[in-house]
């Protein structure tokens, strides 16, 4: 369980949730996508909590925060999917440029 | 005083749009009163100028002490000079009879507004408050072309004035702000730098800086190639405007050349000389070129601009291109050459500024700028040909008019140090004496087509604005004492300092 | 030097003053007719009585404009004849021309602007420095221009003008850039400072004043503009070819070629002299226009002047130049009469000495004086001038001799032809009494010139110039009064055989000589045509192609963005058509270097950054999903820049 | 733990309070006094603005700040920054909440639930006023967690609105996206320094490896370049100026911005200066962003669009007081004043918009200048102070920033702005014209927005107020020190 | 024992959640996801952050039925159990996830981070409680403030009735009106 190793988990949970990110064309699979960043970046960040920083008690805290930022942005995320597919029938990302150029 | 006379034009502005006149006779009647007064005040503060070759009359109140910025006004010769005929032209463009489309009120207000921003720019000693009366000259020109210029054109021509002039004077700050920083403790007081010269020399940063400051000024002088923005400007504007466009605007960077770039950096300049020249040369033979084949007035008197601000800035680079010290000799030539130049920016500002009103009339009375429609108009308008002819003969640079006294000047005090330059630059004064007679001959001279059969001659609004401007361009080149005597006081120490 | 009295500084003062005031009055006072030539006259008796004055009191004035700028008048050497030669061939003249266009709409103009012309010429005789010959010299010119456009209704005259006064400025110019050498030599532009010139500024001053004075006065090669001032009225001709605007060439060199120290200089004056006079005597003989005729014999005869400064004897110079003005004057208001009689100037429809014989015997005195028939004032200015060539050699000496002949051979013609008895005549409209008593006063002059020819007159009269009279070789007066005599035999016997019109000679090959040898041509081809050519050329440039540089300069930037612009997806696969996009590009490059012609001002510029602002605008395609993708690729860039930027720093 | 004094968190608490007091009015007025809100959060407002402000004053001993400025301090163990620049950007992001209160009364008069909409803006100038004062990763992560949740919410508040909905689902998507990035930059820097407080990150910070670096603040600041509209994260703007409710456009094209500038000053000058490389990564960002802003806004035929466009080129100017920090003293005061002036600007034009109620396409705007002068006037105002036309404040803005530029040893990034000012000018003379050349078609007889009209005037009058009085902004931040 | 737990783990976190965007179903996809994060949750709890292990698992539990019900509820996909796969810009996806990884990897194994100088200790959650309510109290309100507005937030976009009847009615542009 060498810090190393933990830090390739979290890269490789960040780099999958970038992947999903980046090619889902549903809304929640999107936030599905970013969710595993963010689960990517707690990995990190609980690891450098445990494996190097000195046990700081701002590395636990920070897993916190970012717990936090995931609820918080799933919440709103649901409440925006729903309302765009309610007022506009869209799940996916190509149903919306209405708005560009 | 120089406060009360700068900021008059612009309460008369706010005045104008509070105040509940209508019609044009009263609002013409009350711009022309605001408009004199400036002019009043400064021949007071002509009268109370004591040439003592620096600058005099100042006036300061802190704006940004912060940053080193602060109001200051005040005149030496080169400013008052120019002040004097900003405030002529001025008045006799704002009582000018135009198409108002419906909007005199509007229209005043806003030359009143110009006038201010002009006046500012002669009169800063402060080089952060130069520039803002520098953009802001250009914001009421903007309105003034487009809303009563010429049709659809007009537009396209404000538009490209203003983004052209813009970026000049945007580059102008890049220089204006490499100057600042150049300063310990920072500022923009003109007459710090003029007395320290803290960036000049060969230096990247000197070089670029009058780089910078060098284009800017020649894009707003106009010269060749940056003088694109000009014909279209000129042709679209109402005749006032164009007036002022070029008796007023483009001194702007004639002034700039002499007051930034040779009283800041006169090292640099002199390094630089050359080249500014050779464009200068260019603009002078260039510009008489195309005018000569321009087919309309508007635009034949416009290029004929870019020609003799050419000789203005020759001039100004032939004093340039000397140090004091190195050729005590050329102290003279020098002395006469800036004063050439500086005598030409207010000759071509008087001269030029009454062909444009000129134009003004032709388009109330024909609706056309182009030549070869015209023809005859001296049976029908001699008066109207009469000025015409006086003002033509006074830019080619006949004797006993003011261009011959810049020009002969010029030439002269030229000769020593570009005597190449100088006579390929005499080939501009046939070409203009060609291109002004042509005009003459076929607009006013030859038989009278039928379709100008009830051409009106001038009315009096017109002639009283006219023979003001021609009044002072005669007494310029009979008696210009008075003018050169303040002129020198600033030239003196500059060419010998 | 004598001191002058404050008077007559004043008075020189009014030499041009007065005429210009009195012009200046004359148009405001346009309305009343009738006192118009008594004002006219008025002013130009004052100015000659200041001249006669100012002549004998020699003052010295001037002005300053400012510190370093000023004018010096003085009345010295030549210019103490002048003075009072301009208004008393003026006199004449405007009396004239107060009878004989009195009908003009455009009477009053015509007065003052001949009272101009003689207030800007005694301003240039005065005129003691360059800045205030200068302001005389361009002054003259402008009144030329605006007398030969006198009649401008007709179009065909003000476009004259303009030919004539582009001519004689371009000669001008020579007189600035010798006034700013001179400054530049010598610190002023005094005159009598130029002796101390040398080396390549005296070279100029020389090279300037010599282009200036032979273009005012009708030298090879600006002779012709002198045929479209005919175009002008009587009056104005027979004033700008006697006392004013020609005559300054000849005055400004009598006055400064001998004082300016270069060795090539008089030589160049001489060789320029005589063959205009040369040139001139041809065109004048073959000339079949009466009017044309008599202004190339101007230019002739100036030529003879010239040859006489060249030659060291300005006085000679300053001698012809007064009888000069004189008799001809006087014989251009004889052919302003014959136009006024018949309508037309063909010498070979006048013949007017039975219908008008008091003009045909003025016509005839003058003719005499101008072919140097003895003893006539003209004749002994000539000789004066053979006499002075003769001292340099026989080169100059056969030339000014045949010279003299020809102007023998075309003042004789002229006079035959205009003026010869012709039976078949019958009859014209008459002059009336003040023209008459006009051409009556000249031909008197003319006659009084004789004078000169009692012994001790001219010698005073040379004095009075400030110069000497040249001792000539007596073979050469012998030799030229031989060419005289024989030039008018053979005028006489060719007038009887009925060929002096055309001598016999086909029209093709007379024209061209006497329309001044075809230099109006060549003049047109080599100058104006090319300078018209060119301004038209940079002005179609100047909308067109120097904003085709920006537009160009735009539009790549315009293709560049297209190639990025068109998909996220496509930049991502930038790379593999990145071969074909190049070959695009090079053949877009290729084309547009072909195209050319749209009118696109600055505004090219716009609309190439406008190509670009719309190439970038579809980068926001409004689909979120690429929005991610832009910032992933951003987020690379970053640390791509950041990495070289570290790189680049730790090296 | 000296700080942690509630005294210096009084304009927040007032918000907090405020927001709560208005959600609980919200939930007992009758549907008729709904608008009453608008008055209490505006009463809320000026009560913090005058909090923010006194500050200083209050704050007066006790601390060991700069000399000039003895008052200025980190509060809550080093977490939260108390100096002049927090409280500049807390009276701008308030100023500007104000004034779209004022925007919201007639715009937002139907909407049934405008009472939670007010306490949403107070709760998300809030949140940008706490960015400003963010002296630690965590706290700067959740005040731009606070900030954005509530603006996500504020653009979707249209309920009917199709455009509303799809810029808030973009602004939500891209705004999640660089989040997430950034929580994995503020973990690595927790990682490289064993903290998340500013002020103790410097010293270890310096012995950290280059390239980690490197991920780790390329990452923060992708995340603030989010928040602030510069590339690559800039695409929500346009959106999101064109499909949220004008008023709320008008508040998060600039208060959010406000803040994360700031905290983006703090966070970099946190950066070692040597083998970082931010700077010339910032200067980058500055450059591609005022460049894609202007060049893209330049066919606009759409106000709100335009105003978006320039939105990001304007960030790009802001970020030039970025690159100069630290090397010219000039940069963050100018900073200031720029982003006063800008969010004046911004919210005069969109004032102008919601005073025609929400008139947007350029050919309904020819012949305003007769229809509504005093509404063209304010709206040239604001343009030609983006411009930079003097006295604006825009110039006074520009000039400072390309000062501080150029003193950088940027000259380059100052041309390019230059170039930039002039493209801009492009732009909005493209708008200009037809309001002033042209007549307009026949009038419509659509009622005008008084108070939004109202606050134009006040924005534009503003601009020239602070135009001419440049020096207040710029003597009160004399000698100021940023804390970290 | 605890490495091969730890190893099982860390490939089922991975494998999970890639299963997340290999999946048929969205439904499927929300409980690999949910996999993923339990499998996380266990790691922090073998990396002595018991209780933020155990917070995790419990939110994304709840989470994730959330996301399960809401897709039944809304989505077109009915019941959201039928295959799908809806992918866009795939290759340029898989470049950038990978980069990221590659990226963050590299980061995580050549970085130099400081060495810990102490174990955690059996206080770590006291701990957390102390710096919560100590020195990060602020950080601490803030999260409270955020949670707050998110509720308000929510619920004001996704409630469809309030007091006055419908929500939607009225809410849009004065214009549009």
């Given amino acids: ?101 | 005083m120089i406060t009360v006379t700068l900021f008059l034009p612009l309460l008369g502005a706010l005045l104008l749009v509070v105040l509940p006149l209508r019609g044009e006779r009263s609002l013409r009647v009350a711009a022309g009163l605001v408009a004199l007064a400036p002019l009043v005040l400064l021949m007071v503060v002509w009268s109370r100028f004591k040439g003592t070759g620096t600058f005099e009359q100042i006036e300061s109140a802190p704006w940004i002490p912060t940053l080193g910025a602060s109001y200051m006004v005040g005149v030496d010769g080169l400013s008052l000079a120019l002040a004097a005929m900003t405030a002529l032209l001025f008045f006799a463009a704002i009582i000018y009879p135009v198409d108002w489309r419906g909007k005199p009120k509007a229209y005043f207000a806003l030359f009143l507004f110009l006038e201010t921003a002009s006046l500012g720019v002669f009169l800063s000693l402060d080089l952060l408050l130069f520039y803002v009366f520098w953009d802001l000259s250009l914001v009421g020109m903007y309105f003034l072309i487009g809303v009563w210029g010429h049709g659809e054109a007009a537009r396209r021509s404000a538009l490209k004035f203003f983004l052209y002039t813009l970026a000049g004077s945007l580059v102008m700050l890049l220089g204006v702000l490499s100057l600042y920083l150049s300063t310990a403790p920072h500022t923009f007081d003109m007459r710090h730098l003029i007395a320290t010269r803290p960036l000049d020399g060969t230096g990247l940063a000197a070089t670029l800086t009058f780089s910078g400051f060098a284009l800017a000024f020649a894009i707003k002088a106009p010269l060749v190639p940056f003088h694109t923005w000009l014909p279209p400007a000129h042709v679209d504007a109402p005749a006032p405007a164009s007036t002022i466009l070029a008796g007023v605007l483009l001194k702007m960077g004639t002034y700039g050349f002499v007051r930034i770039l040779l009283q800041m950096m006169p090292q640099t300049f002199s390094r630089l000389a050359l080249p500014v020249a050779i464009l200068a040369l260019v603009s002078v033979v260039y510009g008489a070129l195309v005018a000569l084949a321009q087919q309309n007035v508007k635009r034949r008197i416009a290029y004929t601009s870019v020609n003799h601000m050419g000789y203005a800035i020759l001039g100004i680079a032939a004093a340039a291109a000397i140090l004091p010290g190195l050729g005590g000799g050329f102290t003279q030539t020098r002395s006469l050459a800036l004063t050439g130049a500086t005598v030409e920016m207010v000759a071509h500002g008087l001269i030029t500024g009454a062909l444009f009103l000129m134009t003004g009339s032709l388009w109330r009375r024909a609706d056309t700028y182009e030549i070869s429609e015209l023809g005859g108009l001296a049976r029908r308008a001699p008066i109207f040909t009469g000025l015409a002819a006086v003002a033509a003969f006074a830019s080619l640079g006949l004797p006993g008019l003011a261009g011959f006294v810049a020009e002969f000047q010029i030439f002269v005090g030229g000769f020593p140090v570009y005597p190449w330059l100088i006579a390929l630059a005499l080939l501009g004064l046939i070409i203009t004496a060609a291109l002004f007679l042509n005009l003459l001959q076929r607009v006013f001279l030859g038989p009278l087509p039928e379709r100008w059969q009830e051409f009106r001659d001038l009315d009096r609004g017109e002639i009283v604005s006219l023979a003001m401007l021609i009044a002072f361009v005669v007494v310029i080149g009979v008696a210009p004492g008075w003018l050169l005597a303040v002129i020198d006081s600033f030239v003196r120490p500059l060419v010998t300092r | 030097m004598r001191i002058p009295s404050e008077g007559s500084a004043l008075a020189m003062l009014a030499l041009p003053l007065l005429p210009l005031l009195g012009a200046g009055t004359l148009l405001f006072l346009r309305g009343k007719r009738s006192v118009l030539p008594i004002i006219a006259l008025a002013a130009l008796l004052l100015t000659l009585a200041s001249a006669v004055w100012t002549a004998l009191s020699l003052p010295v004035s001037g002005w300053a404009w400012g510190p370093i700028l000023g004018g010096r008048l003085a009345v010295a050497g030549l210019g103490r004849m002048m003075v009072i030669l301009v208004p008393a061939i003026a006199a004449p003249v405007v009396l004239y021309a107060s009878s004989s266009n009195r009908r003009d709409s455009g009477f009053a103009r015509l007065l003052a602007l001949l009272l101009a012309f003689v207030g800007a010429m005694e301003l240039l005789v005065i005129a003691d420095d360059f800045l205030a010959l200068l302001i005389g010299w361009e002054l003259v010119g402008a009144c030329s221009w605006a007398l030969i456009g006198y009649e401008w209704t007709d179009s065909a005259r003000p476009r004259a003008a303009l030919d004539a006064f582009l001519t004689t400025r371009a000669g001008d110019l020579g007189l600035y850039i010798a006034a700013a050498a001179a400054f530049a030599g010598t610190g002023s532009f005094r005159f009598d400072t130029l002796p101390q010139l040398h080396g390549t500024t005296a070279a100029i001053v020389a090279g300037g004043l010599l282009l200036a004075a032979a273009a005012k006065s009708a030298q090879l090669p600006f002779s012709p503009w002198l045929f479209r001032a005919m175009l002008g009225p009587t009056a104005a001709s027979a004033l700008l070819h006697s006392a004013t605007m020609v005559a300054a060439g000849a005055y400004a060199l009598a006055r400064l070629a001998p004082i300016i120290p270069v060795p090539w200089l008089a030589p160049s004056i001489a060789a320029l002299g005589l063959a205009t006079a040369l040139a001139g005597g041809v065109v004048a003989v073959l000339q079949t226009d009466l009017k044309k005729a008599l202004a190339a014999s101007t230019s002739a005869q100036y030529g003879l002047m010239f040859v006489a400064i060249g030659v060291g004897v300005p006085a000679a110079a300053g001698m012809h130049l007064a009888t000069h003005a004189a008799f001809k004057a006087l014989l251009f208001l004889g052919a302003g009469i014959a136009l006024h009689a018949t309508g037309t100037l063909e010498l070979s429809s006048l013949r007017l000495g039975r219908a008008l014989p008091l003009t045909a015997i003025t016509f005839a005195i003058g003719a005499l004086a101008l072919a140097g028939v003895p003893p006539l004032g003209g004749a002994y200015s000539k000789e004066q001038i053979v006499a002075a060539a003769s001292q340099t050699g026989l080169f100059f000496t056969a030339g000014v001799t045949a010279a003299a002949s020809l102007s023998a051979l075309y003042a004789g013609r002229l006079a035959l032809l205009a003026f010869g008895p012709d039976p078949n005549r019958g009859e014209v409209r008459p002059p009336n009494g003040a023209v008459t008593a006009s051409v009556l006063l000249l031909a008197g002059v003319t006659l009084v010139s004789s004078v000169l020819w009692f012994p001790g007159v001219a010698a005073s009269v040379a004095e009075l110039m400030g110069g000497e009279l040249a001792i000539g070789e007596g073979w050469a007066a012998g030799a030229s009064l031989v060419a005289i005599a024989a030039a008018g035999i053979a005028c006489w016997l060719l007038w009887r055989r009925g060929d002096l019109v055309d001598f016999g000679l086909s029209p093709k090959v007379r024209l061209p000589v006497a329309e001044w040898l075809g230099i109006p041509l060549v003049a047109d081809m080599l100058v104006k045509r090319p300078v018209l050519t060119l301004a038209r050329t940079l002005a179609t440039m100047d909308d067109r192609i120097i904003d085709a540089g920006v537009r160009g300069a735009a539009r790549i930037a315009g293709y560049v963005s297209r190639l990025f612009g068109h998909s996220l997806e496509q930049l991502v696969d930038a790379g593999v058509n990145s071969l074909s996009t190049a070959t695009r590009l090079v053949a877009e490059a290729s084309r547009m270097a072909d195209d050319r012609g749209v009118d696109a001002t600055i505004e090219g510029a716009a609309r190439g950054v406008g190509a670009v602002g719309t190439q970038s605008r579809r980068l926001q395609t409004g689909l979120s999903h690429q929005y991610y993708l832009i910032v992933a690729i951003g987020t690379v860039l970053l640390i791509a820049i950041a990495s070289l930027e570290i790189v680049a720093t730790h090296r | 733990m000296s700080g942690m004094t509630v005294s210096d968190l009084i304009p927040e608490l007032a918000l907090l309070v405020g927001s709560v007091v208005v959600l609980i009015s919200a939930l007992f007025l009758p549907r008729r006094l709904q608008p009453m809100n608008a008055a209490l959060a505006l009463l809320t407002v000026v009560i913090a603005v005058v909090a923010a402000a006194s500050l200083p004053a209050s704050l007066k001993s006790g601390f060991q700040g700069s000399a000039m400025h003895p008052w200025q301090h980190l509060s809550f163990s080093g977490t939260y920054a108390i100096d002049s620049f927090a409280i500049a950007a807390k009276v701008i992001v308030l100023s500007v909440t104000a004034l779209v209160i004022a925007l919201s009364v007639d715009w937002f008069r139907s909407d049934p639930r405008q009472g939670e909409y007010y306490a949403l803006l107070l709760m998300s100038a809030l949140g940008a006023i706490t960015l400003a004062g963010a002296a630690d990763m965590m706290e700067m992560v959740l005040a731009m967690l606070l900030s954005s949740a509530t603006g996500y919410v504020l653009v979707a508040f249209h309920r009917k609105s199709r455009r509303s909905a799809e810029a808030a689902i973009k602004y939500y998507l891209l705004g999640a996206l660089t989040n997430g990035a950034m929580l994995y930059g503020v973990a690595l820097f927790f990682g490289l320094s064993g903290t998340t407080v500013f002020s103790d990150m410097a010293a270890p910070l310096r012995l950290a490896g280059a390239l980690p670096l490197v991920a780790a603040w390329s990452l923060v600041v992708v995340g603030l370049a989010f928040k602030i509209g510069a590339v690559p994260a800039h695409a929500w703007l346009p959106d999101v100026a064109d499909g949220a409710p004008a008023p709320v456009a008008a508040f998060v094209t600039v208060a959010p911005k406000v803040g994360a500038l700031i905290v983006l000053a703090r966070f970099v000058s946190v950066l070692p200066e040597d083998g970082a490389g931010w700077r010339v990564v910032i200067a980058a960002v500055a450059a591609l962003t005022m460049t894609l802003g202007n060049i893209a806004a330049l066919w606009q035929d759409d106000i709100r669009r335009l105003l978006g466009w320039s939105a990001v080129s304007q960030t790009g100017y802001a970020l030039m007081a970025i690159v100069a920090l630290g090397r010219s003293s000039l940069a963050l005061p100018a900073l200031i004043y720029f982003l006063a002036a800008y969010a004046l600007g911004n919210v005069g034009a969109f004032a102008v918009v919601v005073a025609l109620r929400g008139r947007a396409k350029r050919e309904r705007y020819a012949g305003l200048a007769r229809s509504h002068p005093w509404l063209a006037a304010a709206l040239t105002v604001c343009f030609l102070s983006f411009v930079g036309i003097p006295p604006l404040a825009g110039f006074a803005g520009k000039l400072t920033l390309f000062g501080a530029t150029i003193d950088a040893g940027y000259t380059w990034l100052a041309v390019l702005a230059v170039l930039n000012s002039v493209l801009s000018l492009a732009y909005y003379a493209r708008f200009l014209g037809p309001i002033y050349f042209d007549e307009a078609p026949e009038q419509s007889g659509a009622s005008m927005d008084r108070t939004a009209a109202g606050v134009a005037i006040v924005s534009a009058a503003a601009l020239v107020g602070l135009g001419l009085g440049t020096d207040i902004v710029f003597s009160a931040l004399a000698n100021s020190v940023l804390l970290r | 024992m605890r490495v091969a737990l730890f190893w099982m783990l860390a490939v089922a976190s991975i494998v999970s959640g890639w299963r997340v965007f290999r999946t048929d179903s969205m439904v499927r996809a929300a409980y690999w996801l949910m996999a993923s994060f339990v499998a996380v949750g266990i790691i922090m709890v073998q990396l002595d952050a018991e209780f933020l292990g155990l917070v995790l698992i419990l939110m994304m539990a709840g989470e994730m039925t959330i996301m399960a019900v809401f897709m039944v509820m809304f989505m077109m996909n009915p019941a959201g159990l039928n295959p799908m796969m809806m992918v866009h810009q795939h290759r340029a996806s898989i470049v950038a996830g990978v980069l990221a990884f590659v990226g963050l990897a590299g980061v995580g194994i050549f970085a130099r981070f400081p060495e810990p100088t102490l174990r955690a200790s059996g206080q770590v959650t006291a701990q957390l409680g102390h710096e919560l309510l100590g020195d990060s109290m602020l950080i601490f309100e803030t999260a409270g403030v955020a949670l707050l507005a998110t509720m308000i937030g929510a619920l004001a976009i996704a409630g469809a009735t309030g007091r006055f009847g419908s929500a939607d009615e009225g809410s849009q542009e004065p214009g549009e009106a």
């Fill in chain 1, 1 to 101: 369980m060498s810090r190393e190793v933990l830090l390739v988990l979290g890269a490789a949970l960040f780099g999958i949730g970038v992947y999903g990110a980046l090619s889902q064309q549903s809304f929640v699979m999107i936030m599905m996508g970013l969710e595993l960043m963010v689960n990517g970046a707690i990995v990190a960040a609980v690891t450098l909590w445990s494996r190097a920083a000195a046990h700081s008690p701002k590395g636990q805290l920070l897993a916190v925060v970012f717990m936090t930022v995931m609820a918080v942005e799933a919440a709103i995320g649901f409440a925006l999917v729903t309302n765009v597919f309610r007022i506009r029938r869209a799940d996916i990302t190509e149903k919306l440029k209405a708005l560009r150029g």
